[in-house]
């Protein structure tokens, strides 16, 4: 029997979000990297998976999202009410999933990133739109609401095997260099995926009045007239035809969007070089091929 792909790029409507695989990669495959022979480590997967999608769930209502990634939202279509309440039962399932694993160190990993994703969360509603925000800020967002489930996900699987701090450790910082590199890359393709690729329009964290590191990056190196557009479009939200091309030409002319890049490739070779701990096998290529995929991607 034929495998079957993860990914159909053939099929009508843009791919899926690549988060949710990567994350999985890292459950399941920190697992086995550290000897992990057993099961459990599939319905824990499931559980970060949970953690997310109730955090997305919760994300669009807050945000009055009415599309994710090209699609309708869930509370575009059912209302904010079931929306939550799904979001809600998520939550819960994962914890009831945590508790019938029995590890209270597992549990104590995954409920404190609940916690710091919730946080994260508040952090970027108040960064939201002030383009006073700061590199250092913004990297609290993203290490908060990408990076901290990657790093969660990683570090179970030690936790699982029964392996030294030391390696629990190194993992707990792959993925968290690896969530980092993902974020970044997610952001600059804001500016420069082509649609029919990324899966969502181009220019949509703009239009959100989202601040990303291009932005701050553009925002920093720009002159006063420009510094005067992105207040108008991203604080006021006063965004009219041109503007999105405007932004777009701005980010490039300061090189925000080769920056970004560059940053993220630097995570991804902190993510590679925590890997150093383990011996070499074809389950540390692939962890460390998935570092390399996460800033190389076009979607």
Same mark, same amino acid.
């Not at 557009?229 to 006021?236: A, C, G, H, P, V």
């Given at each position: 029997?034929?495998?079957?792909?993860?990914?159909?790029?053939?099929?009508?409507?843009?791919?899926?979000?690549?988060?949710?695989?990567?994350?999985?990669?890292?459950?399941?495959?920190?697992?086995?990297?550290?000897?992990?022979?057993?099961?459990?480590?599939?319905?824990?997967?499931?559980?970060?998976?949970?953690?997310?999608?109730?955090?997305?769930?919760?994300?669009?209502?807050?945000?009055?999202?009415?599309?994710?990634?090209?699609?309708?939202?869930?509370?575009?279509?059912?209302?904010?009410?079931?929306?939550?309440?799904?979001?809600?039962?998520?939550?819960?399932?994962?914890?009831?999933?945590?508790?019938?694993?029995?590890?209270?160190?597992?549990?104590?990993?995954?409920?404190?990133?609940?916690?710091?994703?919730?946080?994260?969360?508040?952090?970027?509603?108040?960064?939201?739109?002030?383009?006073?925000?700061? $590199?250092? *800020?913004?990297?609290? =967002?993203?290490?908060?609401?990408?990076? #901290?489930?990657?790093? +969660?996900?990683? !570090?179970?699987? %030690?936790?699982?095997?029964?392996?030294?701090?030391?390696?629990?450790?190194?993992?707990?910082?792959?993925?968290?260099?690896?969530?980092?590199?993902?974020?970044?890359?997610?952001?600059?393709?804001?500016?420069?995926?082509?649609?029919?690729?990324?899966?969502?329009?181009?220019?949509?964290?703009?239009?959100?009045?989202?601040?990303?590191?291009?932005?701050?990056?553009?925002?920093?190196?720009?002159?006063?007239?420009?510094?005067?557009?992105?207040?108008?479009?991203?604080?006021?939200?006063?965004?009219?035809?041109?503007?999105? $091309?405007? *932004?777009?030409?701005? =980010?490039?002319?300061?090189?925000?969007? #080769?920056?970004?890049? +560059?940053?993220? !490739?630097?995570? %991804?070779?902190?993510?590679?070089?925590?890997?150093?701990?383990?011996?070499?096998?074809?389950?540390?290529?692939?962890?460390?091929?998935?570092?390399?995929?996460?800033?190389?991607?076009?979607?």
């Amino acid at each position: 029997m034929a495998p079957v792909p993860i990914i159909d790029r053939d099929r009508d409507g843009p791919p899926p979000s690549l988060e949710p695989l990567f994350r999985l990669l890292l459950t399941l495959g920190c697992a086995r990297l550290c000897g992990y022979r057993g099961e459990r480590h599939i319905a824990l997967a499931a559980a970060v998976e949970f953690i997310h999608t109730a955090t997305l769930l919760h994300d669009d209502v807050v945000d009055a999202s009415d599309l994710r990634r090209g699609r309708d939202t869930a509370n575009a279509v059912w209302g904010n009410k079931p929306a939550v309440l799904v979001g809600d039962f998520l939550f819960a399932r994962s914890f009831q999933l945590m508790v019938e694993d029995g590890s209270l160190q597992v549990l104590e990993i995954l409920s404190r990133t609940a916690a710091i994703i919730a946080e994260g969360e508040v952090h970027q509603l108040i960064t939201a739109n002030d383009t006073a925000t700061t $590199e250092a *800020a913004y990297l609290e =967002v993203i290490e908060a609401k990408t990076a #901290a489930l990657f790093a +969660a996900a990683s !570090r179970i699987g %030690a936790v699982l095997a029964e392996r030294p701090i030391e390696e629990e450790e190194a993992l707990g910082r792959f993925g968290r260099n690896l969530g980092i590199a993902y974020q970044l890359v997610d952001d600059m393709l804001d500016f420069s995926a082509r649609p029919s690729e990324f899966g969502k329009s181009v220019g949509d964290d703009f239009r959100d009045g989202k601040i990303t590191l291009p932005i701050v990056l553009a925002y920093a190196r720009g002159d006063s007239e420009e510094r005067a557009f992105w207040r108008r479009t991203l604080e006021e939200g006063e965004q009219g035809p041109g503007d999105l $091309e405007r *932004a777009l030409r701005l =980010v490039e002319r300061h090189g925000a969007l #080769a920056e970004t890049l +560059a940053r993220a !490739r630097a995570y %991804a070779a902190a993510a590679i070089d925590a890997l150093s701990p383990f011996p070499a096998s074809p389950l540390r290529r692939a962890l460390a091929e998935s570092a390399a995929f996460a800033t190389e991607r076009g979607f």
